[in-house]
Nanobody, 121 residues
Framework: QVQLVESGGGLVQAGGSLRLSCTASGSIRSVSDMGWYRQGPAQQRELVATITNGNGTNYAGFVKGRFTISRDNAKNTITLQMNSLKPEDTAAYYC???????????????WGQGTQVTVSS
């Protein structure tokens, strides 16, 4: 069983900061790309940032310069440092990872349960 467990969401005023974390746990052989997506009310889920196991990063245009994704491969953990938050950043944030479980030679895509970020104006 592989699980992605997220933490760190909450309520913050515009201009403030939050830090999200996500850890992949279970019987894992290896973890490939990991990332964060978000889904606002009545909106489709969209990419926020991704990071490879070699620490290559990719950001959505709307977060560049404000958000930073980082990774600890030894702990199968990623973090998303979010600064200068805006009300339009309000959304449920979901962790995503491509994981190879110990019992299979294949990689599968997993999602966390989501953590709510609310930015008040």
């Amino acid at each position: 069983q592989v699980q992605l467990v997220e933490s760190g969401g909450g309520l913050v005023q515009a201009g403030g900061s939050l830090r999200l974390s996500c850890t992949a746990s279970g019987s894992i052989r290896s973890v490939s790309d990991m990332g964060w997506y978000r889904q606002g009310p009545a909106q489709q889920r969209e990419l926020v940032a991704t990071i490879t196991n070699g620490n290559g990063t990719n950001y959505a245009g709307f977060v560049k310069g404000r958000f930073t994704i980082s990774r600890d491969n030894a702990k199968n953990t990623i973090t998303l440092q979010m600064n200068s938050l805006k009300p339009e950043d309000t959304a449920a944030y979901y962790c995503n990872a491509r994981v190879r479980p110990s019992s299979t030679p294949f990689f599968y895509e997993y999602w966390g349960q989501g953590t709510q970020v609310t930015v008040s104006s």
